[in-house]
Nanobody, 127 residues
């Protein structure tokens, strides 16, 4: 298991930007595929983006393509989510997730594929 701590959430106006960070404990961060999920009140948790161990593969849900970018810095044990052109419908608690993977290009998109989760950070977009 890896411990994950998110930061960078906050209140932003529609059209603005935020960058979320997720810091992981331990010395094996490069062995983990990483992902971001979000959950708005009264809704189910939704996949947002994922990235493979190497960073070579990334996936996004359709609603954020072209606006959000997931990246990672294995030297800093951190994964990022750059969010641009934010909309009110992006308002949610954003959580990062990790899964240890043998395959370097594996980037899962399903909630059940991940084994470790952070506590989440609130993102509120005002219109």
């Amino acid at each position: 298991q890896v411990r994950l701590v998110e930061s960078g959430g906050g209140l932003v106006q529609a059209g603005g930007s935020l960058r979320l960070s997720c810091a992981a404990s331990g010395r094996t961060f490069s062995s983990y595929a990483m992902g971001w999920f979000r959950q708005a009140p009264g809704t189910e948790r939704e996949f947002v983006a994922s990235i493979s161990r190497s960073g070579g593969n990334t996936y996004y849900t359709d609603s954020v393509k072209g606006r959000f970018t997931i990246s990672r810095d294995n030297a800093k044990n951190t994964v990022y989510l750059q969010m641009n052109s934010l909309k009110s419908e992006d308002t949610a608690v954003y959580s990062c997730a990790a899964v240890r993977s043998y395959y370097i290009d594996y980037a899962p998109t399903n909630y059940g594929d991940f084994g470790s989760w952070g506590q989440g950070t609130q993102v509120t977009v005002s219109s």
